[in-house]
């Protein structure tokens, strides 16, 4: 059982930079891949990045490789996404997910947080 509640979101202009946070409460918090999804207004969800329970290993969608960087924090049960070099496409509400059962499938989500990009 995992609660999670981003934080960070807000308006930034292009090129700027962003960093979200998750926090996570549970008893099994480590136990848990996790992963940042964000879905725009008018499409579908789309994976971000995720990340391993021991932080060894990353995946980003392509859209975002190079330019994203997640990491976490087990002791502090925090998961991070750095965003820099943002554009007005990355412009969507942002997901922290847990509870992975594959890189992209997540059994946990919290509420989402706006992040908002002008050019």
């Known amino acids: 059982q995992v609660q999670l509640v981003e934080s960070g979101g807000g308006l930034v202009q292009a090129g700027g930079s962003l960093r979200l946070s998750c926090a996570a409460s549970?008893?099994?918090?480590?136990?848990?891949?996790m992963g940042w999804f964000r879905q725009a207004a008018g499409k579908e969800r789309e994976f971000v990045a995720a990340?391993?329970?021991?932080?060894?290993?990353?995946r980003y969608g392509d859209s975002v490789k190079g330019r994203f960087t997640i990491s976490r924090d087990n002791a502090k049960k925090m998961v991070y996404l750095q965003m820099n070099s943002l554009k007005p496409e990355d412009t969507a509400v942002y997901y922290c997910?847990?509870?992975?059962?594959?890189?992209?499938?997540?059994?946990?989500w919290g509420q989402g947080t706006q992040v908002t990009v002008s050019s």
């Open positions: 990340i391993s329970w021991s932080g060894g290993s990353t």
């Open positions: 549970g008893r099994t918090f480590s136990s848990y891949a």
């Open positions: 997910a847990a509870g992975a059962t594959s890189w992209y499938e997540y059994d946990y």
